[in-house]
């Protein structure tokens, strides 16, 4: 009885020393995160806004803090004259006088040239009457493939003014927030490097990091990054490295990393300090 309890207390600590070993071994080979590394996160793009053509800002559409969109207008300049233009080059595309003017025309001659062809056969009629009629008929026919044609440059010069008057409208490049309105209605945009609107994406942001070169090694594209910042209360924040600068910086020795941060619900502001630690896979 006494041997049983002996060998059963001696599997139960075997058993509790192989359990320990393998928890120890285990830690031993989880893989130590690299960092802490301070850093900077911001936005992934900025855009600063402005018309295509020098003018005089006449609306804008948005306010500092307002979400925007690829594409959406958010500022005009005056485009009165450009309006007036487009008016009238789509009255003269959409005038059809002319080439109803030359279908009756061809059709007329074709119905003479009708009448008179046995005429011309048989020669009742002269050769120079004949080459009249004959010459009527063509000279319609062509008058009404030049009335198609300038039908044709009509609407393109609808399509002239239209593209004259979106240079007129300012549209952002970036799905962003409006960080700065630098002109009002009324103001002058002929001044160089002048911009109406910035624009800036805060989804998703970066975070630039310096590390040694000698680590750089160890970092891969795709590489998970936890960073955290005091602005947050210490929130981990997740990452992925999605740029590791090829070139280093000979002077100090070390290389940049950029790491990716998605923010769709823009609940990480830009602009703030933070800490990176590079998480080992």
């Known amino acids: 009885m006494k041997t049983s309890h002996a060998t059963a207390a001696m599997l139960t600590l075997g058993a509790a020393l192989a359990w320990s070993a ?19 996160i911001q936005p992934s793009a900025t855009a600063e806004l402005s018309a295509p053509v020098s003018g005089v800002v006449s609306q804008v559409l948005v306010d500092r803090g307002d979400r925007v969109r690829t594409g959406q207008i958010v500022a005009r300049l005056y485009a009165g004259l450009e309006k007036t233009r487009l008016t009238i080059a789509r009255a003269r595309a959409d005038a059809k006088s002319q080439i109803a003017l030359r279908h009756t025309r061809l059709a007329f001659e074709n119905r003479r040239l009708a009448r008179n062809r046995k005429l011309m056969e048989t020669q009742v009629i002269t050769e120079k009457e004949a080459d009249e009629i004959r010459t009527a008929q063509w000279i319609a026919r062509i008058e009404l493939d030049q009335a198609r044609e300038e039908s044709n440059l009509l609407r393109l010069q609808v399509q002239q003014a239209l593209a004259d008057l979106a240079l007129r409208e300012v549209r952002s ?21 002048s911009y109406i609107l910035k624009v800036v994406s805060l989804d998703p942001l970066f975070a630039e990091v310096f590390v040694p070169i000698r680590l750089s090694r160890s970092l891969s594209r795709g590489q998970g990054v936890t960073l955290v910042s005091d602005v947050l209360a210490e929130r981990r924040i997740a990452g992925r490295i999605s740029v590791i600068d090829p070139v280093a910086d000979a002077a100090s020795g070390m290389t940049r990393v ?7 619900d823009h609940a990480i502001p830009a602009g703030i300090r933070c800490q990176a630690t590079f998480v080992r896979e």
């Open 258 to 264: 950029r790491i990716t941060i998605h923010n769709a």
């Open 173 to 193: 490049t970036i799905n962003g927030v409006v960080i700065n309105v630098a002109r009002q209605p009324g103001e002058s945009t002929d001044r160089v490097e």
């Open 22 to 40: 393998a928890h120890l071994e285990g830690r031993a080979e989880a893989p130590e995160p690299i960092g802490p590394f301070d850093c900077l």
